[in-house]
């Protein structure tokens, strides 16, 4: 089992950047999958972000973030990180990481009923 805590979030200009942090306990954190949610107010969580297991080979965007957000980790910190660049006022949201322990062959997924461990987010606003 692990434990997930972000931060990293705060108030933010558009076009300004942030990095989040989620750092994990635990001695698996490797062998998870990891992803970054948000969930802005009024809306359901969508999936933002994830990266592989081990080396984080593999990674995933969505469309709305490609290009401006990049996905990472440093498993000797048990740390996966988000950077986050040229913010939008509709980056707003709470941001929430989220650990997958299951091998996926391919790829890593988008779907949050596949992440079985969840932080209790961070909150990101972008003003314009």
């Known amino acids: 089992q692990v434990q997930l805590v972000e931060s990293g979030g705060g108030l933010v200009q558009a076009g300004g950047s942030l990095r989040l942090s989620c750092a994990a306990s635990?001695?698996?954190?490797?062998?998870?999958?990891m992803g970054w949610f948000r969930q802005a107010p009024g809306k359901e969580r969508e999936f933002v972000s994830a990266?592989?297991?081990?080396?984080?080979?593999?990674?995933n965007y969505a469309d709305a973030v490609k290009g401006r957000f990049t996905i990472s980790r440093d498993n000797a910190k048990n740390t996966v990180y988000l950077q986050m660049n040229s913010l939008k006022p509709e980056d707003t949201a709470v941001y929430y990481c989220?650990?997958?322990?299951?091998?996926?062959?391919?790829?890593?997924?988008?779907?949050?009923?596949?992440?079985?461990?969840w932080g209790q987010g961070t909150q990101v606003t972008v003003s314009s």
């Open positions: 635990g001695r698996t954190f490797s062998t998870y999958n």
């Open positions: 989220a650990g997958d322990p299951v091998f996926r062959r391919v790829g890593v997924s988008s779907k949050e009923y596949d992440y079985n461990y």
């Open positions: 990266i592989s297991r081990w080396s984080g080979g593999n990674t």
